[in-house]
């Protein structure tokens, strides 16, 4: 078969088909397998029970569900689901925001596929425009999205040490490459792979950036507030015109029903409707179907704050506890803050392998983590820093989160430094 460029780029081996795979893998066969890799939300029984609930609601209605599957929604998405969010902005947080605001695609990751490519990649006059990432590490699913590699470049973070086993980056503002390729500045708040929250004041400090610039600034709210609420740390839902905000439903427990929002200014939804149309005619419509009454009482925030946040925050605690219990005295380690997502990001400081190494020792044991470097992308040098790290899920079970931690202690103090 001959592939253009475009069918090798998709086709070669990266990241994320790698996390995915595994995750595939894991979840077939008899043996059992410790998967702390992918980023699958945990099943929480209260959040299951009620989509449920929601669903047998729609099997009752009269030609409800019939419509549902039949039908398709124009390519922005459910009028009433799109109404539903822009009154619940209006109300909870004062965002002067209407359904011309909103637009629904497949999921998060084609949404940053058309946003990535819309904005940065080859320009009409032959010039090229970057998307710039300000902190890396950053999620896994951005680094094969662009047509071509070249069209990221990211920012070395600020390490802050916080005690013997704790740290935190920062986004370091100096070192920012704001030059005048510059198509975009993205983030994820929380942080996948590390469960970083960037502060308010970096957020507007970036926002301030871009708009000096006149490039809109994307914040990647997956894990975040209004919904799905997997924050621990202060964080004030924040949009205005100049910001791109990507939501999902993916983490409140809804990841096969394919829905990803954007929240942007009405020409950026205008834009992305279009690449709907062409890309995927609709969007899937079951999502939005069985959330949309939760939008309009408003009960999804309530869901957030009082169930998953609590879950995840608790389970958080539960796995870095089990993380200093494992790794003990001989293993020089650090944990990033757990401030959000479902994710611990652990810094190994004195082994003598790769991360990549080492997480070929924890799969043959059927413990599945990520390798750190698949996070560094769009940095001009090496950083040994990357392959030092690994990002591990604690949304398991915790028999499963503890027994996979204990894996990863054995082999990675098989590689102690003497």
Known sequence: MRL???????TARSGILALMDDLGRALTGSEKKYMLGGGNPARISEVAKLWREQMERILSEDDRFEQMVSNYDPPQGNPAFINALAELFRREYGWDIGPG??????????SFFMLFNMLGGRQNDGSRRRILLPIVPEYIGYAD???????????QPRIELIGEHRFKYRVDFAELQLGEDLAAICVSRPTNPTGNVLTDEEVYHLDEIAREHDV?????????VPF??????????IWNENIILAMSLSKIGLPSVRTGIIVAREEIIAALCSCNAILSLANA?????????????GEILRISSEIVRPFYESKSARALQCIDDEFGDD???AVHLSEGSLFLWVWFRNISITTMELYERCKARNT???????????????????????????????????????VIAEEARKAVIP
């Open 368 to 406: 599945i983590v990520v390798p750190g470097r698949y996070f560094f992308f769009g940095l001009e040098e090496d950083w040994p820093h990357r392959d030092q790290c690994i990002r591990i899920n604690y949304g398991m079970p915790d028999e499963d989160v503890r027994r996979g931690i204990r």
């Open 4 to 10: 253009s460029a475009f069918g090798q780029k998709f």
């Open 216 to 224: 809109p600034l994307i914040l990647d709210n997956a894990y975040g």
């Open 101 to 110: 605001n909103i637009a629904v695609t497949n999921g998060s990751q084609t």
């Open 331 to 333: 293993l020089a380690y």
């Open 228 to 237: 799905p609420g997997m924050i621990f740390a202060p964080a004030t839902p």
């Open 285 to 297: 419509g079951v999502g939005q179907q069985l959330v949309t009454p939760l939008i309009e009482s």
């Open 145 to 155: 999205q662009t047509l071509d590699a070249e069209d990221f470049v990211s920012a």
